[in-house]
């Protein structure tokens, strides 16, 4: 019953918002740091962001930074990523995975299922 789930996906226009929840169930997030990852059709698995296990650091990959932000709420058990601006080139299956911390390398633990975001006209 230990599970990571991703929520907040969906169609959105270039230009628009999105916002996307990772809930831990059966299991805390304290400690550890929380990282958002995304994979499209043909291309490799991306590191999107990362935050630490206080929330205090933040990281983000090239391709989205200015436009995500991360963030986490450890007494709701959860982390989000705030999307902003969002490009079609953003479409993907977005995942959230605990990790040991956020400086590669780094181990991951656990992943969620992934949640669809379709940036489109």
């Known amino acids: 019953q230990l599970q990571l789930v991703e929520s907040g996906g969906g169609l959105v226009q270039p230009g628009g918002s999105l916002t996307l929840s990772c809930a831990a169930s059966?299991?805390?997030?304290?400690?550890?740091?929380v990282g958002w990852f995304r994979q499209a059709p043909g291309t490799e698995r991306e590191r999107v962001s990362c935050v630490s296990s206080s929330g205090s650091v933040t990281k983000y990959a090239d391709s989205v930074k200015g436009r995500f932000t991360i963030s986490r709420d450890n007494a709701k058990n959860a982390v989000y990523l705030q999307m902003n601006s969002l490009k079609p080139e953003d479409t993907a299956i977005y995942y959230c995975?605990?990790?040991?911390?956020?400086?590669?390398?780094?181990?991951?633990?656990?992943w969620g299922q992934g949640t669809q975001v379709t940036v489109s006209s």
């Open positions: 059966g299991f805390t997030l304290d400690g550890v740091a």
């Open positions: 995975a605990t990790l040991s911390h956020c400086r590669p390398p780094t181990d991951i633990h656990s």
